[in-house]
T-cell receptor, first 116, second 109 residues
Framework: KAGVTQTPRYLIKTRGQQVTLSCSPI?????VSWYQQTPGQGLQFLFE???????NKGNFPGRFSGRQFSNSRSEMNVSTLELGDSALYLC???????????????FGEGSRLTVL | TQLLEQSPQFLSIQEGENLTVYCNSS?????LQWYRQEPGEGPVLLVT?????EVKKLKRLTFQFGDARKDSSLHITAAQPGDTGLYLC?????????FGTGTRLQVTL
């Protein structure tokens, strides 16, 4: 069974640019959650999508957005990049809603974004 | 805002030692999960506890959920180098999974 796939694994952008990250969940999983991980702030929740609908959103500015397609694949976009957006962006898939906290989240290896 | 504080932040011990990691919050959670993350990888689920006072064992790892469902602990007996990694607790409510601040464990020979 293929795991969660995130692309690209590494990318470098400059301030003001935008970036799109992609996540393919495990087959059959309908929920995709996105997290930002930095050494100082730890793992911060961005948003969760379930059946193409955003079900929950973290405390991030509107520059961070996402969507989910009918095949459950998800993308997140960050516009007008800032230096502080440098981080590891992790995607996780699950059968049901992740927020309930009883099902297992399966994480991808992440996309490491560096903003110069 | 729900916060999950983990302690200690960093822990460096030798093989064979025992250790306990704590996860504390002022909020009540319906469930508590523990994940381990190794360098270059995403976190991997170790255990889920849902009942106050619940204790679960996974080989040398013992997990406990506090009676009030506000805190949890992870105890490792006879640590091994393979236990090295970032340990994250995560509290679940009806709508959101909140991750703790993390404990980075290094086990040396």
């Amino acid at each position: 069974k293929a795991g969660v796939t995130q692309t690209p694994r590494y990318l470098i952008k400059t301030r003001g640019q935008q970036v799109t990250l992609s996540c393919s969940p495990i087959s059959g999983h309908r929920s995709v959650s996105w997290y930002q991980q930095t050494p100082g702030q730890g793992l911060q929740f961005l948003f969760e999508y379930f059946s193409e609908t955003q079900r929950n959103k973290g405390n991030f500015p509107g520059r961070f957005s996402g969507r989910q397609f009918s095949n459950s694949r998800s993308e997140m976009n960050v516009s007008t990049l800032e230096l502080g957006d440098s981080a590891l962006y992790l995607c996780a898939s699950s059968m049901g809603l992740a927020g309930v906290g009883t099902g297992e989240l399966f994480f991808g290896e992440g996309s490491r974004l560096t903003v110069l | 805002t729900q916060l999950l504080e983990q302690s200690p932040q960093f822990l460096s011990i030798q093989e064979g030692e025992n250790l306990t990691v704590y996860c504390n919050s002022s909020s009540v959670f319906s469930s508590l999960q523990w994940y381990r993350q190794e360098p270059g990888e995403g976190p991997v689920l170790l255990v889920t506890v849902v009942t106050g006072g619940e204790v679960k064992k996974l080989k040398r790892l013992t997990f406990q959920f506090g009676d009030a469902r506000k805190d949890s602990s992870l105890h490792i007996t006879a640590a091994q180098p393979g236990d090295t990694g970032l340990y994250l607790c995560a509290g679940g409510t009806a709508s959101k999974l909140t991750f703790g601040t993390g404990t980075r464990l290094q086990v040396t020979l």
